[in-house]
């Protein structure tokens, strides 16, 4: 029989492997970023919202995905020698090609490669399924930048990703094309929820605002639950840090925008996920996506 005190050790005892066993299981979120209007910051959001989210503890690695203008590196000011194709052609490692900037953040450079998943042989799609498993034990949060719009490759990396975060500007026109994102995200059954960033707002309160008549009318039409995360002002300080190829939130950590995308990356933390894919669904639904349209690609 087991006395009272061996059943108070033996629980005392379990508790620290009970914390390695979660903290060994712990599964990697996986968000898309993107717009339906080109231009409206989702690349200066990705950078500073990754450094934010460093700065909280969390390991980020950014996967730049705009397919057309790959862009992430230019804007922190980073050089990459190689790109996801080289990982494709089996010339380079993941770990080989993946930069690090600011607060450790790593960038895996330019994925113009992934445009070709359509049409790898049986050893290349391997080879990049394997190298973006390593994902998995490296990252906290898998952030993916992507182009603008409702091309096939932006809506593969959208489905693919357990969360999606869209970023407008108060301009009409980009209220009207992240709607378009949101209806057709809705439409397809990919998402049920969906995260908002109002960017270049003039204030906090213009962005409340545009995000919850935008989320009234998603509920409304589309059955779609949009979690509003933040606003970012329009400030000089982000046009400046783009000149000078460093990201606005380590140059400027006092400038109202970097204030901005501190209380998004605390919002988006607060933020469960429901039954989490990680990188291991992610890129099993990415490539069995891509596969699908060889020649949609762009
Ligand atoms: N909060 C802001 N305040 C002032 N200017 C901003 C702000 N956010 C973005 N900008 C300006 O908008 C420009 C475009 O931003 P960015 O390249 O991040 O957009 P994007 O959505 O990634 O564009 P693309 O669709 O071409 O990929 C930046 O170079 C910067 O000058
Ligand atoms: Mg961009």
């Known amino acids: 029989m087991v006395d009272q005190a061996e059943q108070l050790r033996r629980l005392v005892s379990a508790v620290p492997q009970q914390r390695k066993i979660l903290r060994r299981k712990r599964i990697p979120r996986v968000i898309t970023v993107t717009s339906g209007k080109g ?28 397919l057309g203008l790959a862009n992430v590196d230019v804007i922190i000011g980073l050089v990459p020698v190689n ?13 080989e090609i993946i930069i690090t900037g600011p607060e450790g953040v790593k960038i895996i450079p330019g994925a113009s490669g992934l445009e070709e998943l359509a049409n790898l042989t049986g050893a290349q799609r391997e080879r990049l399924i394997e190298s973006l498993l390593s994902l998995e034990d490296m990252a906290d949060i898998l952030l993916i930048d992507t182009g603008a719009g409702l091309s096939q490759s932006v809506l593969s990396f959208v489905s693919a990703a357990d969360e999606l975060i869209v970023v407008t500007t108060s301009e009409p026109t980009a209220i009207t094309d992240a709607y378009g994102i949101i209806k057709v995200v809705a439409k397809n059954g990919l998402h049920r929820k969906a995260k908002l960033i109002v960017n270049q707002v003039k204030n906090s309160a213009e962005g409340k605002e545009i995000a919850e008549r935008f989320a009234q009318v998603s509920k409304k039409f589309l059955d779609l639950e949009l979690q509003y995360l933040g606003e970012i002002c329009s400030d000089q300080h982000v046009v400046s840090a783009v000149k000078q190829q460093q990201p606005f939130i380590t140059l400027y950590p006092r400038a ?4 901005n995308v501190r209380a998004i990356a605390a919002r988006l933390m607060d933020l469960s996920v429901e039954k989490p894919g990680g990188v ?19």
Request: overall charge positive; charged content about 20%.
């Open 83 to 95: 790109t996801l194709h080289d990982v494709i052609r089996g010339k380079k490692t993941l770990t």
């Open 256 to 259: 109202k925008a970097a204030q």
């Open 280 to 298: 291991r669904g992610f890129v099993s639904r990415l490539t069995a996506m891509l596969a699908q349209s060889p020649r949609s690609g762009t």
């Open 39 to 66: 231009g409206v910051g989702k690349t200066s959001v990705v950078i500073n919202l990754a450094i934010a989210l460093a700065l909280l503890g969390k390991r980020v690695v950014i996967m730049d995905a705009d």
